[in-house]
């Protein structure tokens, strides 16, 4: 497919069906029955407006099903075929009471009868990942939703990935929507249709098939792994096996949220570190992303000249670890591709929305991790409970500066890890 034709958004957003009918609706179930979820939340919105005043009528649901399965864009489509506003909110996000009365409150409140009159369309809310409230710190979090569910003018609809336990005194005054992930026939439908319109010619029916497979159900990061792996430039003789293999649930989703952050939240070199350390998002694969997205989030051009620079001496050392396995330069290679790049900036020119572009990958330099390396981090995550970005940059060099001077220490670890002898060479 040409560069020309590849679009710059995201196809869960361009895919994303605008009303029930274009949807392929997952099954779902109300206290073990199976219902037809559309139907079930149009007559909830419906009689709503009819029962406003009625003290005994349920103004919220909540829908609870693994992530992305389609949960968000029911409510989006079920909005647009009633000719509603959706007012959202991520309870991730707005996790205490202040918070989330701040953002709602006001949507929520009664309006006089000329309001009412003169509103060109209601409002749906919709409460996004409400299973992400927890802790003492969001312990009002949970009282200020219920408030919200008995005072509330317009219906509430929530999302949930996961049954919570502290999440029962919501359970208990809410109908709750067990949500369960389309059928394999329908996400191959969905992909088809994709490919089509895209005119894709680089992935093949075995490739989607692991695709589908691979996420479990999650239609969201389906599309997310078709749209990254659109950008291979596949050679003769090679495939996207790999590839496919490497991309982890929400990957895109997730690299979109930490670029932004680093180039437009980052002020220092330890705010990169915690950033990038508390991401899973594969070094080499986040070092792809920075590159082609430099241009979107700085203008200077001497900052550019600036940021560019910073990541060439960060490829030269990344060339000297991968050739020499001088693995202790790592630390220097993730504070020049990723700190030092979004240093760069200091014009202050990348605040709001800015862009983000899919890298142009090419399959011969994407993997970043040979099977050893792969097995080596696996076995390391075993036992404790970090990222591959730490393992790599903090524990794998650490190790191989403590097994290099004792023979003793290099095979107490290697038992302790139960490593392969390829990935004992790796301490070596």
Request: glycine share 4%.
């Amino acid at each position: 497919m040409s560069e020309q034709k590849q679009s710059k958004t995201p196809w869960v957003e361009k895919y994303r069906p605008k009303t029930l009918k274009e949807m392929a609706l997952p099954s779902a179930k109300l206290n073990r029955q199976k219902v037809d979820l559309a139907e079930e939340l149009k007559e909830f919105v419906k009689n709503f407006f009819k029962k406003l005043f009625n003290k005994e009528f349920v103004k919220g649901v909540l829908l609870q099903g693994q992530p992305g399965i389609g949960k968000t864009s029911i409510v989006y489509a079920l909005a647009n075929d009633l000719n509603m506003e959706v007012i959202e909110t991520n309870a991730s996000d707005t996790r205490t009471k202040g918070a989330i009365e701040a953002r709602l409150k006001e949507t929520s409140k009664s309006k006089g009868i000329m309001d009412f009159i003169t509103e060109k369309k209601k409002k749906l809310i919709l409460i996004d990942e409400v299973d992400g409230i927890y802790g003492t710190k969001d312990r009002g979090a949970i009282p200020a939703i219920m408030d919200l569910i008995k005072t509330t003018q317009f219906p509430i609809i929530m999302c949930a990935n996961e049954y919570k336990s502290s999440l029962s005194p919501i359970y208990n005054i809410i109908p709750k929507y067990e949500v369960h992930p389309l059928s394999k026939n329908k996400i191959i439908n969905i992909v088809e249709n994709i490919i089509e319109k895209e005119n894709i010619t680089n992935i093949s029916k075995e490739e989607t098939d692991l695709i589908i497979e691979k996420n479990g159900g999650d239609l969201r990061g389906v599309i997310n792994d078709l749209q990254a792996i659109s950008r291979v430039s596949v050679k003769k003789g090679e495939d996207n096996k790999d590839m496919i293999y490497s991309l982890h649930r929400d990957t895109t989703e997730e690299i979109f949220g930490l670029l932004r952050d680093l180039f437009q939240k980052v002020s220092s070199l330890n705010e990169a570190r915690r950033l990038t350390d508390k991401s899973d998002v594969d070094y080499n694969f986040l070092y792809k992303w920075v590159n082609e997205n430099i241009p979107s989030f700085i203008y200077s051009k001497k900052e550019l000249a600036t940021a560019y620079e910073r990541l060439s001496m960060a490829d030269v050392i990344f060339g000297r670890i991968r050739k020499n396995m001088e693995w202790s330069l790592l630390p220097y290679f993730f504070d020049l591709f990723a700190g030092g790049v979004a240093l760069a900036a200091r014009s202050g020119g990348s605040k709001g929305y800015r862009p983000i572009h899919f890298p142009r990958y090419s399959s011969s330099y994407y993997m970043s991790l040979n099977n050893a390396e792969k097995g080596l981090i696996e076995k390391i995550q075993e036992h404790y409970p970090i990222s591959q970005n730490e393992a790599f940059r903090d524990l794998i060099p650490f190790l191989k500066h403590l097994t290099s001077t004792s023979r003793r220490k290099l095979k107490e670890i290697s038992e302790f890890l139960e490593l392969a002898s390829v990935e004992k060479k790796l301490l070596k």
